[in-house]
């Protein structure tokens, strides 16, 4: 199996960090990208980030490259998680909402929904605090480019709030990082068994 990873925004991009500017979004998905590609090698699977660069490469230009791998490869073969962090405002102020976030497009397959799903469950079982729309339904869909317009399984997950001074304490912390990393690899191993 293909795990295509994409840590989306820049150093362009506008907002996207702490409200102290500490912490920026494109600078921690492109290091926890890395992280994970690493991880899910020593583990024998095929994973590699489609954006290496530092600046804001555009969603049709990652689609774009997420389906020339499912051409080659084919579509059944890869699937794609989209690297983020949660905002609760754009306002650069503090606020309190928390937590991890799976989300899939409003066309998603059974594939992302089951992906999304095993990753919520996963990083809940790490202690991470999950957020969901219902009490039964683990993942958010929503009308989101990078999942839609993709040919594989695809999920975007939000990963704790750059503009809650808990959670950014968290994205800084080695030992939670070891936890998020070990949720993904478990969940990806556990949807890669049921293929």
């Known amino acids: 199996m293909i795990v295509l990873i994409d840590n989306g925004h820049g150093y362009n991009t506008a907002g996207k960090c702490s409200p102290d500017g500490a912490h920026r979004e494109y600078l921690w998905a492109r290091q926890f990208a890395q992280r994970l590609e690493t991880a899910l ?3 024998g699977f095929n994973a590699q980030r489609i954006v290496t660069e530092s600046y804001d490469v555009s969603i049709r230009e990652r689609c774009k490259r997420v389906n020339t791998v499912c051409r080659e490869f084919g579509s059944k073969t890869c699937i794609l998680l989209s690297i983020h962090n949660n905002a609760a405002g754009a306002d650069g102020k503090w606020h309190t909402a928390r937590g991890y976030s799976s989300h899939v497009s409003l066309n ?5 929904k089951k992906l999304a799903t095993l990753l919520a469950e996963s990083v809940e079982a790490q202690g991470i605090v999950i957020r969901k729309p ?3 339904q683990l993942y958010w869909p929503q009308n989101l480019g990078i999942c839609r317009d993709t040919n ?4 975007l997950t939000e990963n704790l709030f750059q503009d809650n001074r808990e959670d950014v304490a968290l994205l800084a912390d080695e030992a939670f990082l070891k936890k998020l990393e070990t949720a993904y690899v478990n969940a ?3 949807y ?4």
């Open 108 to 112: 998603a397959s059974a594939n992302s």
């Open 192 to 195: 890669s068994n049921t293929l």
């Open 134 to 136: 219902l009490p039964t």
């Open 152 to 155: 594989c399984p695809a999920v």
């Open 188 to 190: 990806i191993t556990k």
């Open 41 to 43: 090698r020593a583990r």
